[in-house]
């Protein structure tokens, strides 16, 4: 069977064909400004030249339907027809607390995502208007979401209530979520079998690190507290966003600078972090390319970064009783040598010991850590779509 994954953002859609037979890649792409002028598709089939379309699309589903006639084009398509895509999984960022797992989509479960709206205003509302797109276009095969709050769901109320009126979780459910919750599955599932151990038995700190960023704790084959809470802002420090503050700041900002709750929203989400603190980029390379020139607030973005990620090693491993692995993954975790080197200095007390000469690497699946390291320290690429693909795969089959 022929899997098409689909990641729909308010004017983006990214997607990937898998075949299931082998689970191996068989075009993928991104068709960005959806809906405003001047869209643009980047198609990229597997063994062939990449094309790139510039097409003013209005709407998602004038765009899906752009990308199913590019996946069965004659000349850079990947299949013959649509009838051999067999299912389409779609990422859907929050299922709230009604899903643990993914789910075959019928009524019931868009009106869960429509009732998310409130909670997740910016993520939700598109991915819900990508899969009605692709229902619309794919009526006769099954869509399925795969939700990034999933996997945090095992997550103990200890971990996941706020220290707030209890009426605020029943009549609001604020609570923490999680999010990258498809991500810290596939590497945390990836580093159990580099450990060669149960996944069951394995203690496992996972960092994913892009421009967002979270952590996740992992015991008995299940998260029990992740970073990120009720939205993507609460935790480590990201490219645009703040993370963990002391929440008086907001009032305190909101009277000082005169803003309005969407506007100290904004500030939080896209003006803080990294890009806030420097002054310089939200992208971690130009941070240090600033620090490396001497630019101090670049180095102090990142002193705070990293610091921010060993208070919540040191966290984790306090609730774990135990470490087996940490797992680095996303842009900065996959590719940051410096990043990972500062993260894991001084934590030999904890048993976490980095290898520097191993640690020279880039992008691949590797154990960095020395020899004598009581805790591996793994690098492992993310892929959050062939976790989407097999799931939707063993509920479609
Ligand atoms: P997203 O959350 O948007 O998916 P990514 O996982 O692609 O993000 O990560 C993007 C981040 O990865 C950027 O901040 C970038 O600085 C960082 N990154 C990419 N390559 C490198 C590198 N060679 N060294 C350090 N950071 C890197």
Redesign the pocket.
Known sequence: MKVLVVNCGSSSIKYQLLDMTDESVLAKGLLDRVGIPGTVLKHEPVGKDEVVIKKDLPDHTEGMKLVLEVLVHPEYGVIKSMDEIGAVGHRVVHGGEAFAYSVVIDDRVKQVIRECFDIAPLHNPPNLMGIEACQALMPNIKHVAVFDTAFHQTMPAKNYMYALPYELYEKYKVRRYGFHGTSHFYVSHRAADLLGKPYEQCKIVTLHL???ASMAAIMDGKVIDTSMGFTPLEGLVM?TRCGDIDPAIVFFIMEKLNLSTSEVNNYLNKKSGMLGLSGVS????DI?EAAAAGNEKAQLALDVYYTRVKSYIGNYIAQLNGCDCLVFT???GE???D?RENICKNLDYLGIKLDPEKNKV?GKEVDVAADDSKVRIFVIPTNEELVIARDTYQLAK
């Open positions: 892009g421009n967002g490219g939200n992208d971690l390379r240090q996303a842009g900065v590719n940051g040598i990043m880039r």
